[in-house]
Each structure stands twice: as C-alpha cells, then as structure tokens.
C-alpha cells in the first residue's frame, strides 16, 4: 500500500489549490482514504474523508463549505479541492488510508498508512 500526495503550493487568501493522493497497492473501493494536516506545533487533525463502499464525505467543521473531496477511480487518485483559502489552512497535508478509515472518518489513529504529505501555505 502506498500514497502519493501532490499539488501543494504557495497561495494567497481567498486563493484555491488542488491536492491529489495517488493510491497504489490497492484501489479506492477498498479502503477509504482521509486528508490529514498538520500546522506547526500543533496536532494533526482531520481534514475530510470519501468512503470505500458509497463515496459518503465528511469534513471537519473548518473546512466545510470551502473543501471538497473527490475521487477517480480510473485513476486511484483522490482530490481534495481547496477554495477560499485562509492563513489558517497552513499547514502539511497529508492522505492516508486503513481499513477503520470508513468508521473513524477523521480519527487519526483509525489510518493505517500515510502518503508524505505536502505543503500549503497560504499567505500573501
């Protein structure tokens, strides 16, 4: 099981980015998959999640509204679109999988495997 996170960047507020965590080892009706995030010194939290079985979504309040997550499954890859960005979305992104992902959408501790991340900055 391996993934591929991609598409991090600098933008300004108000800006969009487009990550993308390309799966191998498996395919996306398998397992879920979960966007991480880490800012400095602070713990990682759970971003959004798309389930294996239906595709159900779920975000973490901060985001919502701003982010969407996707997948292709031609592809194995997920999406995750950033809109309207803040400072506060600063931060290392990270995709993850596991097979407790479609339970614990946004629990860490529930993904099993983790992509290396990549940066967002948001600044102007």
């Known amino acids: 099981v391996q993934l591929q996170a991609s598409g991090g960047g600098l933008v300004q507020p108000g800006g969009s980015l487009r990550l993308s965590c390309a799966a191998s080892?498996?395919?996306?009706?398998?397992?879920?998959i979960g966007w991480f995030r880490q800012a400095p010194g602070k713990e990682r939290e759970g971003v959004s999640c798309?389930?294996?079985?239906?595709?159900?979504?779920y975000y973490a309040d901060s985001v919502k509204g701003r982010f969407t997550i996707s997948r292709d499954n031609a592809k194995n890859t997920v999406y995750l679109q950033m809109n309207s960005l803040k400072p506060e979305d600063t931060a290392v992104y990270y995709c993850?999988?596991?097979?407790?992902?479609?339970?614990?959408?946004?629990?860490?501790?529930?993904?099993?495997?983790w992509g290396q991340g990549t940066q967002v900055t948001v600044s102007s």
């Open positions: 080892g498996f395919t996306l009706d398998y397992y879920a």
């Open positions: 993850a999988t596991g097979p407790s992902g479609s339970y614990y959408p946004l629990l860490r501790s529930a993904y099993d495997y």
């Open positions: 798309i389930s294996s079985s239906d595709g159900s979504t």
